[in-house]
């Protein structure tokens, strides 16, 4: 049997958090390279804009998903950086 002490996994799922952390990051920065505007920026000239457009509509919602994503994960970090988990 293997034994694996609380610090060993919030180590290991703190690892697998920083990956997605960083992937997210990446996918976010490709946006904002690809319309040269930040996410709230990018939000408002699609809201206010009278042509549709469906790609940049399409970009807009995954943009947004990871925007919030991003934001949870900086919230789970805080939390496991000041011991604020519990393992199951």
Do not use: C, P
């Not at 997605?20 to 040269?36: D, G, N, Q």
């Not at 009278?50 to 994503?69: H, I």
């Amino acid at each position: 049997m293997v034994i694996i002490d609380k610090e060993k996994a919030k180590d290991m799922y703190y690892a697998n958090m920083m990956y997605e952390y960083h992937k997210v990051t990446e996918k976010i920065r490709l946006f904002t390279k690809k319309y040269a505007m930040s996410f709230e920026q990018f939000e408002k000239d699609i809201k206010g804009s009278e042509k549709e457009d469906f790609e940049r509509w399409d970009d807009y919602m995954e943009w947004k998903g990871y925007e919030n994503v991003l934001q949870n994960l900086i919230k789970e970090k805080k939390e496991l950086e000041v011991g604020d988990y519990k393992v199951s």
